[in-house]
Structure formats: C-alpha cells, structure tokens
C-alpha cells in the first residue's frame, strides 16, 4: 500500500521569503512523485514531477529515497504563489497508475 | 477548451435519490479515472478505465456505486439510492496511456441532504 503524508495543512509567509512544502511518502517499491496545485477557482493542475527533473514556477522539489521525502521548495515566495498544494505518488512503471493523494497544504503568502 | 470536462458542475440531491455525472475527457487520452475528494482531504482514487475497459475499482466504491465508458470517449458515474455519506467533490482526469500526466476537471460538488 502507499501513502502520503502533508504535516502542515496550512503555511503562512511573507512575500519574498523561502518557501517549503513537506511531503513524505510510504511505498516498498518504486514510486513516481508529483506535486499538484489547485489555486482558487481553479482547477487541479500538475506543477511538478520528480522525473522531469525541472522548476516551474520557481519551485522545485527533489526525490529523497533515504528519507521517503520530496519536498517544494522556492527560494523566494511570491503572492501568486498563494494556493492548494498536494502531493502524490503513484508506481512507476505504470501498473494502475492511479494517484494517492496527501491531505494537501494550504500556502498563503502574505505582503 | 480542450481540457476535461464535467456536468453538472454542482448537484444538490436528497437522499435516496439517484445521480449520475459525466466526464468527458480530452479527446485523445485512453484513460479515464474517477476520484472523490471530501473537505479536508487530498482527491482519493474511485475507478479507472483504459479505453471503455474498467480496469481496477477501489474499495471505497461500494455497490451502490457505478461507472461507464461506452464507447472509450465519455464517461458517468452513477451513485444509486444515495447517502448523506457521498456529499463530495468528484473529479474525473485523463491521461494519454499510462505513464502520461493526469489532468483534472473541474469536479462535480455533490450535497445530499
């Protein structure tokens, strides 16, 4: 079975400051890692996966296997950054490939 | 817009009552999955389909609980005699094969009084 875990439901920073979303993950075989964003209104969008290796946005997020992590992160928080951010995994490889989802973090950035 | 698409956005049933919502994913994508997501918590896999094949169900889909996919194009989910339990947001996403991106749509609010 996998599980997600998201600790902080919600993170509130000033604008400009770092930024960091934790996730952590439970899965004895090999996971694939996503970050999805749902700002207000609108719907759930991918923003990152740990294959693609690459920032969108300004944030990015690296696979820690020894410590089952795969936190957000940006250096520099900006207003519109203000959302609903969840992570998942699914197996790689595919299989069913259905997403498990954590219970998501709230980021506000506050001027 | 070529994203997914869901009908009705918003339902509001009393219970017992049965409802159905549609999907209709993007166009070339040959998988199709269903998701429930209550207050509080991330979006929880229901159902999949690869074309109009239903590959695996969770266990959270009970009997009363059921999806198609006809042709391998759009897809309802129908929830029979419901309960004040099923009040949620359902998501439907596609994806192009399996390891591609799961794009969402905007989800169907269900309220059962």
């Known amino acids: 079975a996998q599980r997600v875990t998201q600790p902080e439901k919600l993170l509130s920073v000033f604008k400009g400051a770092p930024v960091e979303l934790k996730c952590n993950y439970s899965y004895s075989g090999s996971p694939e890692l996503f970050w999805y964003v749902q700002y207000s209104r609108q719907r759930l969008q991918l923003l990152l996966r740990?294959?693609s290796r690459e920032s969108i946005k300004g944030f990015t997020a690296d696979l820690n296997k020894g410590e089952t992590s795969f936190h957000l992160k940006k250096p520099f928080a900006q207003e519109e950054d203000s959302a609903m951010y969840y992570c998942?995994?699914?197996?790689?490889?595919?299989?069913?490939?259905?997403?498990?989802f954590g219970t998501g973090t709230q980021l506000k950035v506050e001027l | 817009d070529t994203g997914v698409s869901q009908n009705p956005r918003h339902k509001i049933t009393k219970r017992g009552q049965n409802v159905t919502f549609r999907c209709d994913p993007i166009?070339?994508?040959?998988?199709l999955y269903w998701y429930r997501q209550t207050l509080g918590q991330g979006p929880e896999f229901l159902t999949y389909?690869?074309?109009?094949?239903?590959?695996?169900k969770s266990r959270l889909l009970s009997d009363r609980f059921s999806a198609e996919r006809p042709k391998g194009s759009f897809s309802t989910l129908e929830i029979q005699r419901t309960e004040q339990g099923d009040s949620a947001m359902y998501l439907c996403?596609?994806?192009?094969?399996?390891?591609?991106?799961?794009?969402f749509g905007p989800g169907t609010r269900l309220l059962v009084l």
């Open positions: 998942a995994l699914r197996p790689l490889g595919g299989g069913g490939n259905k997403l498990t």
């Open positions: 389909f690869q074309n109009e094949a239903q590959l695996e």
């Open positions: 166009s070339e994508h040959n998988r």
């Open positions: 996403a596609s994806s192009l094969n399996s390891g591609g991106t799961q794009y």
């Open positions: 740990h294959i």
